[in-house]
């Protein structure tokens, strides 16, 4: 939604020092930065090595640098494969409460949620988007999805751990600054390069094709050139799950050993399929117009479309554990850890078992951007670069195919926890096919049309300043603005059609599909589960699904967060004769327009409040806000001798809150009265931030290093819980009226939180052809009242092992990360177990021009795990369990 629109205008007035080592900006290389690295050729990986520590050791403030000469000999097929063996990065495979996958999806910094880690590209913001649907009305963050970004884009990425005053705001614990590749940096005239190649995943059985190719092409003279890179990327994928979905209710009974107890209301065993299509390019124009003046236009777009079916065949306890005694059972504290209960033999049948299929055919992401940079020496002693650009992102689930319906009804059912750590072993009675599920016991739904758009343009100008001094070496200065929308403008949740037989069984056609016969992530679950194929429930949809607008529009998942940000900075640079630092303000004006529907209790006769949805009454709400702040920073380097390098710096950062959390869309679950919402009066989350570290580059690609830092947040977003009613679906269905019922809703609340560290880092050669790197990081955070914060891992280290000669070349790395809180799901916290992935490959150079690598991802085959807490009960209870796989990657790589 557009509530206010503002024109990319502004008084463009200032500048950027372009040094790729002076400046931790890390602006594209200017023509006289690409011929000092066409000076020296360094390749393989003990090249990429040398270039990256070269890179640290120069920079001004406390970075990580990858570069990616030779992708190929990195086992990483997106931007946060190649992030992962970073000290103080952590990666995660998903980005709301849907589970793991089996590609690294979000990359956050220092123990903090990756919201608050700012992703740059070519030091401009990136427009985003999500595919899964839950990302895209539930739990939209600030955070960017790097399966849309493939590694071989990459020149070099940049991990700032400090801030500076130029830097574009967003990061609390810091960014990451995606570099691409410029024409005019290529030692070459002409570049030709790319791969063929295919990926076999284990888990689905399949192998899909991978092909990148790009052109490069300079002339003699350095001063006019062109780049066009083109990806097509396909990959199959399965994931086998157990989820225990809406969390744990209350039995209410007059038997007092279960009275109070909690169970699992929906136990689940969860079958994911997919097929991911990852298709772009990007294109760049650069010439040195004149000796002083170098203009490039450069520009991205990356698709991927990700049609997937989900299945969740499900025990429905809330149906039985009222109503019915067990006749056996165990409870551990105040848990029903175990119980059976027999098959009734009369009266009305009680479903026992509930199923869930959902397809969700043409679901894509996109994100692209267009930039034009103008970079000018207006003097000797002042230098400016210009820039303006667009970039926008979606995330788009225009169909949800979807069937509810009862199982094993009167049939009986059964369970047994293994602790938190392992599946649970589960059961229901009876014969449950096709031909006598129960419709009548199930429903219709999910949101039809979902488009939400990510989109910011923005301009800005930066300025360098030389001065003729021994101490004071330059000013930066700059001014940048930006506007930045996201928004939902359309949502239609379909419900049952009444006029239709979709509670008839006889309607209803054979079984399509069944799952795998290799299903499962462990522990005794129901096997030859049935299915609709998606062409099947796309046909059943048609029939009996109520897709009418605006009777079924969901106003509750339409909004709008529109910001207008003005932002200007100065920074003095100054150095001695072993020692260099800067010290800078910028200054943040943030203007803020959420505008959402508030759904109504009770019909209450508003002035301006919709009426006529099947959903209830809403009142249309924009909110106006606007916030300042000054953010300081202050930077030290100290070269104690030609090996030892101390760092020392202090900054103030901010975030502004996720987008879901000020506009987020009113998201409840009839069967468990559960919610969540948003709060569009949160205040941005300020952070002060201290660092301070040491680096010991002790021989040739060899470092030892150690570094502590502190982050204290005020405003970070928790979540609070709250009472509301709202109409019930399901219940008014039943009623034939309408039933208000009172939900527990989540709603983000501003509080303060801390977090502290330590990461250690150890890279060392072993003769010509050997090497490893270690690192190691430690993080203690929590918010007010002993919280946990989100996305805090209090242990992550990661080692690799590497061989390189002539010809061969070989690469393991290990990561492992401890569990972390990952938010709330339907009122609950839930936290992620600690997990561990390794991932290998091998390369062998065929000719000058050909080389052949076989990648290994995830070759441990991680099983993802899940647990939440209730305030019941002491202690953590199961939530989901996942397994995704392993990946192998066969490329033939050629270079002319």
């Known amino acids: 939604m557009n509530y206010r629109r503002s024109i990319l205008s502004a008084a463009i007035v200032t500048c950027l020092g372009v040094a790729v080592q002076a400046q931790a900006q890390d602006a594209q290389p200017t023509e006289t930065q690409a011929t000092d690295l066409d000076t020296v050729v360094v390749t393989g990986i003990r090249g990429s090595i040398e270039k990256a520590l070269d890179a640290k050791r120069d920079a001004a403030t406390h970075v990580e640098v990858v570069t990616a000469e030779d992708i190929g000999k990195l086992p990483a097929k997106n931007v946060a494969d190649t992030l992962r063996q970073l000290p103080g990065v952590n990666i995660a495979s998903s980005s709301a409460s849907e589970g793991g996958f089996d590609e690294a999806d979000r990359v956050s910094l220092r123990g903090t949620n990756p919201s608050l880690t700012q992703t740059l590209v070519n030091g401009h913001t990136i427009g985003t988007g999500d595919w899964f649907v839950l990302s895209q009305v539930g739990n939209v963050g600030r955070s960017v999805s790097y399966s849309l970004y493939p590694s071989e884009i990459v020149d070099r990425v940049v991990v700032h751990k400090t801030s500076e005053a130029k830097l574009v705001e967003g990061g609390t614990a810091g960014s990451v600054n995606i570099i691409t590749r410029r024409p005019l940096q290529f030692a070459e005239p002409l570049t030709i390069q790319g791969s063929i190649g295919a990926v076999h995943s284990d888990l689905p059985g399949d192998t899909k094709p991978q092909l990148d190719a790009l052109l490069n092409w300079r002339n003699e003279e350095g001063t006019a050139g062109f780049l066009f890179q083109v990806f097509n990327e396909e990959r199959s994928l399965r994931r086998d799950g157990q989820e225990v979905v809406g969390g744990y209710g209350t039995i209410t009974s007059t038997n007092p050993e279960l009275n109070?107890?909690?169970?699992?209301?929906?136990?689940?065993?969860?079958?994911?399929?997919?097929?991911?299509?990852?298709?772009g390019g990007v294109a760049n124009i650069e010439a040195k117009v004149t000796d002083n003046l170098t203009l490039n236009v450069n520009a991205f777009y990356s698709r991927l479309k990700a049609d997937n079916y989900n299945r969740n065949y499900m025990m429905w306890a809330s149906q039985f554990v009222n109503s019915q005694t067990p006749t056996s059972y165990t409870v551990e504290n105040g848990v029903l850890t175990s119980a059976t209960y027999a098959p009734v033999t009369s009266g009305t049948v009680t479903p026992y078992g509930v199923y869930d299929m959902i397809s969700r055919p043409g679901a894509v992401s996109t994100s692209k951007y267009i930039a034009l940079d103008a970079e000018w020496n207006a003097s000797d002693a002042l230098k400016f670069v210009f820039q303006l650009g667009s970039t926008k992102g979606r995330g788009s689930s225009p169909t949800q195919?979807?069937?509810?319906?009862?199982?094993?009804?009167?049939?009986?059912?059964?369970?047994?926890?293994?602790?938190?750590?392992?599946?649970?072993?589960?059961?229901?009675?009876?014969?449950?096919?096709?031909?006598?599920?129960?419709?009548?016991?199930?429903?219709?739904?999910?949101?039809?049309?979902?488009?939400?758009?990510?989109?910011?343009?923005?301009?800005?100008?930066?300025?360098?300043?030389?001065?003729?001094?021994?101490?004071?070496?330059?000013?930066?200065?700059?001014?940048?603005?930006?506007?930045?929308?996201?928004?939902?403008?359309?949502?239609?949740?379909?419900?049952?059609?009444?006029?239709?037989?979709?509670?008839?069984?006889?309607?209803?056609?054979?079984?399509?599909?069944?799952?795998?016969?290799?299903?499962?992530?462990?522990?005794?679950?129901?096997?030859?589960?049935?299915?609709?194929?998606?062409?099947?429930?796309?046909?059943?949809?048609?029939?009996?699904?109520?897709?009418?607008?605006?009777?079924?529009?969901?106003?509750?998942?339409?909004?709008?967060?529109?910001?207008?940000?003005?932002?200007?900075?100065?920074?003095?640079?100054?150095?001695?004769?072993?020692?260099?630092?800067?010290?800078?303000?910028?200054?943040?004006?943030?203007?803020?327009?959420?505008?959402?529907?508030?759904?109504?209790?009770?019909?209450?006769?508003?002035?301006?409040?919709?009426?006529?949805?099947?959903?209830?009454?809403?009142?249309?709400?924009?909110?106006?806000n606007d916030y300042n702040e000054l953010l300081p920073s202050v930077n030290f380097k100290f070269e104690l001798t030609d090996t030892l390098v101390a760092r020392v710096s202090g900054s103030?950062?901010?975030?502004?809150?996720?987008?879901?959390?000020?506009?987020?869309?009113?998201?409840?679950?009839?069967?468990?009265?559960?919610?969540?919402?948003?709060?569009?009066?949160?205040?941005?989350?300020?952070?002060?931030?201290?660092?301070?570290?040491?680096?010991?580059?002790?021989?040739?690609?060899?470092?030892?290093?150690?570094?502590?830092?502190?982050?204290?947040?005020?405003?970070?977003?928790?979540?609070?819980?709250?009472?509301?009613?709202?109409?019930?679906?399901?219940?008014?269905?039943?009623?034939?009226?309408?039933?208000?019922?009172?939900?527990?809703?989540?709603?983000?609340?501003?509080?303060?939180?801390?977090?502290?560290?330590?990461?250690?880092?150890?890279?060392?050669?072993?003769?010509?052809?050997?090497?490893?790197?270690?690192?190691?990081?430690?993080?203690?955070?929590?918010?007010?009242?002993?919280?946990?914060?989100?996305?805090?891992?209090?242990?992550?280290?990661?080692?690799?092992?590497?061989?390189?000669?002539?010809?061969?070349?070989?690469?393991?790395?290990?990561?492992?990360?401890?569990?972390?809180?990952?938010?709330?799901?339907?009122?609950?916290?839930?936290?992620?177990?600690?997990?561990?992935?390794?991932?290998?490959?091998?390369?062998?150079?065929?000719?000058?021009?050909?080389?052949?690598?076989?990648?290994?991802?995830?070759?441990?085959?991680?099983?993802?795990?899940?647990?939440?807490?209730?305030?019941?009960?002491?202690?953590?209870?199961?939530?989901?369990?996942?397994?995704?796989?392993?990946?192998?990657?066969?490329?033939?790589?050629?270079?002319?």
């Open 401 to 624: 195919d979807v069937l509810e319906t009862g199982i094993a009804g009167n049939a009986g059912a059964s369970w047994n926890m293994n602790g938190v750590s392992n599946p649970i072993d589960w059961s229901l009675g009876g014969t449950n096919t096709a031909a006598n599920h129960l419709p009548q016991n199930g429903w219709i739904f999910g949101a039809q049309g979902i488009d939400v758009l990510d989109k910011e343009d923005w301009a800005s100008a930066d300025g360098q300043f030389f001065f003729q001094s021994d101490v004071l070496s330059s000013l930066d200065f700059g001014y940048r603005f930006a506007t930045h929308e996201r928004s939902n403008d359309f949502s239609l949740a379909q419900g049952p059609n009444w006029a239709s037989n979709w509670t008839d069984i006889t309607a209803y056609p054979a079984a399509g599909g069944a799952y795998p016969g290799d299903f499962g992530v462990g522990g005794n679950v129901p096997s030859g589960i049935w299915f609709y194929t998606p062409a099947q429930l796309a046909e059943l949809n048609a029939r009996f699904a109520n897709r009418n607008n605006p009777e079924r529009f969901y106003f509750s998942d339409v909004y709008g967060v529109e910001e207008d940000i003005n932002a200007v900075y100065a920074q003095l640079n100054f150095q001695g004769e072993r020692w260099s630092g800067n010290a800078g303000l910028r200054y943040v004006q943030t203007e803020t327009d959420v505008s959402y529907n508030q759904a109504l209790a009770v019909n209450s006769g508003i002035p301006g409040a919709i009426t006529g949805s099947a959903f209830g009454d809403y009142l249309p709400v924009v909110v106006n």
């Open 652 to 896: 103030k950062t901010m975030t502004r809150p996720d987008f879901s959390a000020l506009a987020g869309s009113l998201t409840l679950n009839d069967l468990t009265h559960e919610g969540s919402g948003g709060n569009p009066n949160l205040d941005p989350l300020v952070s002060t931030n201290f660092d301070a570290s040491l680096e010991w580059y002790f021989a040739p690609r060899a470092l030892l290093a150690a570094s502590v830092f502190s982050m204290d947040m005020d405003g970070y977003v928790d979540f609070g819980n709250v009472i509301v009613q709202y109409k019930d679906q399901q219940a008014s269905q039943a009623a034939g009226t309408d039933v208000y019922s009172d939900y527990l809703v989540s709603i983000p609340v501003n509080s303060n939180g801390k977090a502290r560290g330590v990461e250690l880092t150890y890279e060392q050669p072993i003769g010509d052809n050997f090497g490893f790197n270690a690192n190691y990081t430690y993080v203690d955070g929590d918010a007010d009242g002993g919280k946990p914060l989100n996305g805090t891992s209090e242990n992550t280290y990661n080692l690799s092992g590497w061989y390189e000669n002539d010809r061969f070349n070989a690469r393991v790395n290990y990561s492992y990360r401890s569990s972390f809180y990952a938010g709330v799901s339907r009122a609950d916290n839930f936290y992620q177990d600690d997990f561990a992935t390794v991932s290998a490959s091998l390369g062998f150079k065929a000719t000058d021009w050909l080389t052949i690598s076989l990648d290994g991802l995830n070759l441990n085959n991680p099983k993802l795990k899940y647990y939440t807490e209730n305030d019941a009960v002491p202690g953590y209870l199961p939530h989901a369990f996942y397994s995704n796989g392993r990946q192998y990657y066969l490329n033939f790589r050629f270079k002319f």
């Open 260 to 279: 109070g107890v909690l169970y699992p209301n929906l136990l689940g065993a969860a079958l994911f399929e997919q097929v991911r299509k990852r298709q």
